[in-house]
């Protein structure tokens, strides 16, 4: 008579003995947090995840009942350029986060009527203009525990660039609008940024201003001969897109700048570029200069953003 082979029935037996201890401690586990937490998401429930967090999905209003305000009213800083380049500073701000924290744009249509459960944050990049509708979806979006972030004079016009007021920032923020900041020579707003590429370092200033032109009325004029014509043109030609309309200037002796300026200076940071790869690279600090309060015959606040 033939003896069993023991070592392969006890090989087979650990095997399937071990298969089952695992599947009933994984449906243990999943009894016991279904229990303690209700509905979950077996992802979010792996061991593996304990002590991560999620970056919080990011809603970015791209906003054309503010582009055609801004077309409206004419003024000398907006333009869809301006509009863009507000939305890029968003953009890169949340890629370069490390991690970087998801997004997506939206439109005006989309804040009236979409589904906004999927995000946990609002951003609001200076939207000026704002539906009763909007205003509606934002406080809902808020009541529901949506975090908004909402930058200058946001929702002081209607879509129809009727003017609203305050009372958006007020009732929704409980901010105060106590009235214009003055416009003397030390009342300035200054802010920095980091932009990838070089552009010839010095003092920038807007075009008009640079030219000889009198963009504001009774303000002394730059002369046009205190332009190095040769850093101008360098200037024009750059691809560095904050300093579109301004031109380089070797000194700020001939007078005050009849409306706002830039000063760049080029260094070497950790950005990331087009590829998405975090490295040190050429790079401009600009620090921009700009007077804070109303333009005479504007009804808001006039800084750059």
């Known amino acids: 008579m033939r003896l069993p082979r023991l070592e392969t029935i006890s090989s087979a037996w650990f095997l399937t003995l071990g298969l089952t201890s695992l599947a009933a401690g994984i449906l243990v586990y999943i009894l016991l947090l279904e229990s303690a937490l209700g509905t979950f998401s077996i992802r979010e429930a792996s061991p593996a995840r304990i002590g991560l967090i999620d970056a919080p999905a990011v809603a970015l209003l791209d906003s054309d009942y503010t582009r055609r305000l801004e077309a409206a009213e004419g003024l000398p800083d907006s333009s869809d350029a301006w509009m863009d380049r507000t939305l890029l500073s968003w953009?890169?701000?949340?890629?370069?986060?490390?991690?970087?924290?998801?997004?997506?744009?939206?439109?005006?249509?989309?804040l009236e009527t979409g589904d906004l459960s999927e995000y946990d944050v609002l951003v609001l990049p200076s939207v000026r203009a704002l539906s009763d509708r909007q205003i509606e979806r934002i406080r809902a979006f808020m009541d529901e525990g949506g975090s908004v972030l909402a930058t200058w004079a946001t929702g002081v016009?209607?879509?129809?660039?009727?003017?609203?007021?305050?009372?958006?920032?007020?009732?929704?923020?409980?901010?105060?609008?106590?009235?214009?900041?003055?416009?003397?020579?030390?009342?300035?707003q200054v802010s920095t940024d980091?932009?990838?590429?070089?552009?010839?370092?010095?003092?920038?200033?807007?075009?008009?201003?640079?030219?000889?032109?009198?963009s504001d009325a009774g303000r002394p004029r730059l002369a046009s001969d205190s332009v190095r014509e040769r850093m101008r043109q360098m200037a024009r030609t750059s691809a560095f897109a904050p300093l579109t309309g301004y031109v380089w200037s070797d000194s700020l002796q001939a007078s005050a700048p009849s409306s706002d300026f830039a000063r760049a200076r080029p260094v070497r940071a950790r950005l990331r570029g087009i590829d998405g790869d975090l490295k040190e690279r050429d790079a401009t600090v600009v620090t921009w200069y700009t007077w804070i309060g109303g333009r005479p015959g504007t009804r808001v606040p006039f800084p750059r953003t």
């Open 194 to 214: 980091t932009f990838p590429g070089v552009t010839p370092p010095g003092v920038y200033l807007p075009a008009g201003a640079a030219s000889g032109a009198d």
């Open 91 to 110: 953009r890169e701000y949340l890629i370069n986060q490390e991690p970087g924290i998801p997004f997506r744009d939206i439109d005006d249509r989309d």
């Open 157 to 188: 016009y209607r879509e129809d660039g009727s003017w609203r007021g305050w009372s958006f920032l007020e009732q929704t923020f409980g901010l105060d609008f106590e009235g214009f900041a003055g416009r003397d020579e030390l009342n300035w």
